[in-house]
Every structure is written in structure tokens, then in C-alpha cells.
């Protein structure tokens, strides 16, 4: 007969044996919440792995109706919440059972079930591309790009590259202002555009103004740029205009002065 103490110690060990398996299945407590809801060593988003794609969930696509187009593709698998799933049907914050649906032409988007409706998931490489997209319109929207723009001097006995460059910057300074737009190149015209018909041009729109200066050199450039994709500031959206012109004059050896641009 086992001897009740020697029963006494094979129970304990076996107790401690099913103990420590246990806890390594568990998922570690976190005393920490992030703003998901989710604990801090979790993943924080709501995912999907199917043929190789990692679908993440849409939180613009839930309570979502059935489509007649959807095919049943498969049931979820695994739930593993602290890392991103790597096998078929895995995933993480779903529920093992949850109905997998998806639309054969639209492979990018899978749909899960639940008892309010269906959930969309898609694809990681598609939600990035949206997200690029949106920042680059962010981007155009916040201010006018003059960065990489190439520059034309073309050929000139009247003006040194350092008095063109001046010109310039008065153009660039001046299509800073207009939010959302691209500016592609700038090109200088001909030196015949400093005519006597074009200088007193200049200098009529000067008195318009009341100013006192009397021009005695003008100079005229060309830019190619793009307009903002919804437009704005006049322009049409998502244009390209080519050979907009720039009309700048000074009295000789002084500063220029924009004085007008358009067509």
C-alpha cells in the first residue's frame, strides 16, 4: 500500500505539474490599458491572416449586410492577441468560429461575421496605399511645394544668372501662398521680352498704384505647376497648367518688383 504520505507528495507534484502547463498557456495580466481597450503587450489592432495578407480591420465597415456576391471562404482558427497571426485563418481579438466571407474580384477585402452584421478587413498593403495617399493630399493642401523645381535660365546678354536667381525667388516666395499647388519648373523667356512697349507696360501699371518708380528693365518667365486635387484659389483640381507667366521690372541695378502673372 502507498503510504498516505508518500500519496500526499505525488499529488502536490502532480498539482504544481498541471499548475506551471497551465500558466505558460495563459495570457500574461497587464495592469496597463492602452487607449484600444487592449492591454500595453498586446497587438493593438484587430487582424486577419489569409494567403499570405495580413487583413486588418476597417473601423468605416461594421454591421455590414451580406452581399450576394460573397462566397464563405472559412471559419477563424486560432486567437493569439500578442502577435500578428502568420497561418491562414489566424488572427487576433476575434473569436475561434467567426465566419470568414469574402467576394472572389475584390481579393484585397475580406468580411468577418458577427451577430450585429459583418466586419471588413483589408488588406495591409491596400490600407497603406490609402493612407499614402491621403498624407500626400495632406501634404499638397497645406501649402504650395517649390521644392525640386528646375530651373531654365536659357540664354541672356542682358541678365547674369545671379540677377535671374533674384527674379526667382520673388516668383517661388509669391507661389508659396498658393495652398495645395505643385510648382514643376521656371523658365526664363528671351531678352526680347524687355522691349520699350513691354517697359512702359510696367511702369502704366505702376502709376496704377500710385508708386513713384519708374521702371527701366523688365523681364518675363514661364513656370509649369500643378493645381491642388480639389482645386481652390481659382484653379481648376488636379490641373496641369504649363507656360504661366511671370512679368517682374526694375529701374536699372535695382530691385525687382512682381508685377502681375497669368495667361
Not at 84 to 92: H, I, K, N, V, Y
Not at 117 to 144: C, Q, S, W, Y
Not at 225 to 250: C, K, V
Request: some cysteine.
Amino acid at each position: 500500500m502507498i503510504s498516505k504520505k508518500l500519496f500526499m507528495t505525488l499529488g502536490l507534484s502532480c498539482l504544481l505539474l498541471v499548475g506551471c502547463q497551465t500558466a505558460h498557456k495563459t495570457v500574461p495580466e497587464s495592469s496597463t490599458l492602452t487607449s484600444t481597450g487592449y492591454a500595453s503587450e498586446e497587438v493593438q489592432l484587430i487582424s486577419l491572416f489569409y494567403d499570405s495578407a495580413l487583413y486588418l480591420y476597417n473601423d468605416n465597415g461594421f454591421g455590414l449586410p451580406k452581399e450576394e456576391s460573397w462566397e464563405f471562404l472559412g471559419q477563424v482558427a486560432f486567437v493569439n492577441n500578442l502577435e500578428f497571426p502568420t497561418e491562414d485563418f489566424w488572427g487576433t481579438h476575434l473569436n475561434v468560429g467567426q465566419e470568414v466571407y469574402w467576394d472572389p474580384k475584390i481579393p484585397q477585402k475580406l468580411y468577418v461575421k458577427y451577430d450585429s452584421g459583418f466586419a471588413l478587413f483589408e488588406a495591409e498593403e491596400t490600407k497603406k496605399e490609402e493612407t499614402t495617399e491621403i498624407v500626400l493630399e495632406i501634404i499638397r493642401n497645406l501649402g504650395a511645394d517649390t521644392t525640386n523645381i528646375k530651373i531654365d535660365y536659357g540664354t541672356s546678354s542682358i541678365y547674369t544668372k545671379a540677377e535671374m536667381d533674384a527674379a526667382i525667388e520673388l516668383i517661388k516666395k509669391e507661389f508659396s501662398t498658393w495652398d495645395g499647388c505643385e510648382l514643376h519648373s521656371i523658365s526664363y523667356s528671351t531678352d526680347d521680352e524687355c522691349s520699350e512697349s513691354n517697359i512702359a507696360w510696367m511702369n502704366k501699371m505702376e502709376k496704377a498704384t500710385d508708386a513713384e518708380e519708374t521702371f527701366t528693365q523688365c523681364i518675363m518667365f514661364k513656370s509649369n505647376f500643378h493645381s491642388p486635387l480639389n482645386g481652390g484659389s481659382g484653379f481648376n483640381p488636379d490641373e496641369e497648367y504649363t507656360d504661366w507667366q511671370w512679368w517682374l521690372a526694375r529701374s536699372e541695378g535695382g530691385q525687382w518688383k512682381l508685377m502681375t502673372y497669368g495667361y
